[in-house]
C-alpha cells in the first residue's frame, strides 16, 4: 500500500468513524467498446491490499454523505442566494457550439453505430461478444468503417472519425493497412 493511498484513507476516516460506511469506486469507459467499473467497498476495505490495487489514477472515489446537512437559510442570505432553490445561470449560451468542439467526419450510419453502443448496453453486449457480426450486419458502413469495427479495437472508431477538413476535401481517407496498425491516437497517419 503506498503512502498516498494511506493518506487517503486517513482523509477519509475520521470524517465517517465507521468502518462499515460505503465508498463506491468508480472507473468511467473512455470509449464505447470499453466497460464502466463500478464496485462498492466499505472504509476498511481500502486498507485491505488487494482492494488497494484496484485503484489507478483514473479511478474516481465517491464517499456516501454520512448524515444529510441542513440548508442554512442565513448562509444562503449571506451569499445573497435564495434559500429555497437555486436555477440554472442562464447567461450561458449552451445552444451554440463551443470554440473546443470537433466535428466528427463518419457516415451516419457510424455515428448511429457508436451512438448504439453508447446507450444500449445490449448491443454493445451483443458487439463485445461478437464485432464482426455485429459490423457486417449493420446498414450504411463505409468499406473502412466496417474493417474498423471489425477489429474492435477502441482508438480505431475515434480515428475514423476525426479527420480533419483538408482530409475531407482532398479526399484522403486512412488505408485499411493504416487503420489495423493504428495506434489509436485518434489521428490520421501522415
Known amino acids: ?36 467499473i463500478i464496485d462498492t467497498f466499505t472504509i476498511a476495505d481500502l486498507r485491505k491490499e488487494d482492494v488497494a490495487k484496484q485503484f489507478s489514477t483514473i479511478s ?3 464517499i456516501l454523505p454520512r448524515d444529510e446537512h441542513p440548508v442554512h437559510s442565513d448562509m444562503a442570505e449571506a451569499f445573497g442566494i435564495p434559500a429555497a432553490l437555486v436555477k440554472p445561470d442562464t447567461s450561458v449560451k449552451w445552444t451554440e457550439t463551443q470554440h473546443w468542439h470537433k466535428k466528427l467526419y463518419a457516415s451516419a450510419a457510424m455515428k448511429e453505430f457508436m451512438t448504439d453502443m453508447a446507450l444500449k448496453p445490449k448491443f454493445l453486449e451483443k458487439y463485445t461478444l461478437d464485432p ?52 489509436g491516437s485518434g489521428c490520421m497517419p501522415q
Not at 148 to 163: E, N, P, V
Open 132 to 183: 464482426v457480426a455485429v459490423a457486417e450486419a449493420a446498414e450504411g458502413l463505409s468499406d473502412l468503417e466496417r474493417f474498423g469495427l471489425k477489429l474492435a479495437r477502441g482508438g480505431l472508431a475515434d480515428a475514423l472519425m476525426k479527420a480533419t477538413e483538408s482530409d475531407i476535401a482532398s479526399g484522403r481517407q486512412l488505408t485499411e493497412e493504416e487503420v489495423a496498425n493504428g495506434n
Open 60 to 62: 474516481t472515489l465517491y
Open 1 to 36: 500500500m503506498t503512502y498516498r493511498w494511506r493518506s487517503i484513507i486517513e482523509r477519509v476516516n475520521p470524517y465517517h468513524r465507521c468502518p462499515d460506511h460505503k465508498v463506491v469506486h468508480y472507473i468511467g469507459a473512455v470509449l464505447p467498446q470499453s466497460a464502466a
